[in-house]
């Protein structure tokens, strides 16, 4: 008799010990019952410490490990070669993965991990130059939310000097390094495009771009290495307690209520393990509603799971100050920011195609992508890798159990989010028509032109 046989039938004989968890005694077969999942220090890995300290993998049966991981390429990675069997991920790597931008392999989602959660910081001293050119409020503050507009004339000056801007974001196809070229684009920064031969992406910048880790940006900051970062929690406050940097803008106010991770698993996985992906997707959905039922009411107990070594292992006071609903900018500056991190509420969790199409815009926008498609081929690439069928199944199942409400499901979408206008620029993005959301964007790749050397041709 096997450990996970004896593990199983012993959960088993204590659900069906109690007639007020009877509806809940039957789990799914699960094919795999042992699993061990990646993840990256940062706050928005919460749903899977919280599936596991609260017991709701062992719920489905699954007896999960949870392994923190060097980077981004190393965790997709080991993805790929099965020594994990899913992770939390930027949500650009399942998409750029299986259209073959940088490792080739078909990953797929079946759960979004949360909405908002980025920060862009700056030093000291680039944080001075620019706050002469920031509106300042009847309260004596900077007026948010600060645009990129604030930050051109310094880079402006960097330029006249000979100087290199320089500025961190976590992976060439982190939602980081988007929203931070975003911002930047939004205020006439140039962040540079990508090509075939030159994957710096830093063709043509204004600004350059670079990778660094998270928990790094700090030191890399102080160091002088970087002039500012875009990155997830708790690096941005992590500068403010240090007193090094300043967070000038949250990724919230470059576009409002902004998917962020998701959990990657191999196709390969969903089809061998069907019943497996059901049950942990089943687990993260609990989790991420534990994390925002009742107001926000669990946060302060999420922080000191968070804040232990295993998982973030920062400080509780650190992760506190934006998962408790405020972000600090300067230091004193606390403002309220009630969903800088969303974890469940607004459909947080489901894999929509809108929110897929839209990285592969910024892909083809900055070269990533270096040909043209039409529309149809952004849909299909979408449904490849974003799998909102796993998750309604897992959905189903959790209300048949009594263990959600269908109130909180999206059963009525096609899984495309309404056009939203939510963005620091005030421009229009429609999942359905990208090539014309493309095209609204000032600086970045239009039509059919492409990076040559390091020219702009065709259009």
Known sequence: MTATFLRRSMLMAVLLGSSALAAHAEMLDVEKDELKFG????????????????????????????????????????????????????????????????????????????????????SNSVWEAMKKN???????????????????????????????FNMGMVFPVSTHNYELRYWLASGGINPGYYSPSDVSGQIKADALLSVTPPPQMPATLEAGTIEGYCVGEPWNQAAVFKGIGVPVITDYEIWKNNPEKVFGLTEEFTEKYPNTTLALTKAL???????????????????KILSKSEYVGADAEVIANSMTGTFEYEKGD????????????YNATYPFYSDAVWYLTQMRRWGQIP?????????????????????????????????????????????????????????????????????????????????????????
């Open 371 to 459: 040909e043209s498609h039409d529309d149809a081929w952004y849909d299909a690439t979408a449904k490849s890798v974003y799998k909102p069928d796993i998750y309604m199944k897992a959905a189903q199942m959790l209300i048949d159990e009594g263990n959600a409400s269908k109130e909180d499901f999206p059963f009525d979408t096609d899984g495309y989010k309404p056009a939203t206008a939510d963005f620091i620029d005030g421009i229009s993005y429609d999942g359905k028509t990208p090539n014309a959301y493309i095209d609204s964007l000032s600086i970045g790749l239009k039509g059919t032109e492409k990076i040559n050397g390091s020219q702009i041709v065709g259009g």
């Open 134 to 164: 920031v509106p300042v409020g009847a309260d004596g503050k900077p007026q948010h939310p600060i645009k990129a507009d604030a930050l051109k004339p310094v880079i402006d000056s960097y330029k006249a000097s000979g100087k290199p």
């Open 285 to 303: 959905i609990r989790a991420a509603e534990w994390l925002d039922e009742n107001n926000n009411a669990n946060r302060a107990e999420a922080v």
């Open 334 to 345: 606390k403002r309220d920011v009630p969903d800088f991190n969303v974890f469940f509420r």
């Open 39 to 122: 993840f990256i220090k940062l706050t928005d890995m919460a749903p899977l410490a919280i599936a596991k300290e609260k017991g709701f993998f062992e719920d489905e049966g699954l007896y999960v490990t949870l392994e923190p991981q060097a980077n981004w390429k190393v965790l997709l990675d080991r993805v790929i070669t099965g020594e994990l069997d899913g992770a939390h991920m930027l949500a650009g790597q399942p998409l750029a993965a299986t259209i073959g931008f940088g490792t080739k392999a078909h990953i797929v989602t079946p759960f979004s991990m949360d909405l908002n959660g980025n920060g862009i910081t700056v």
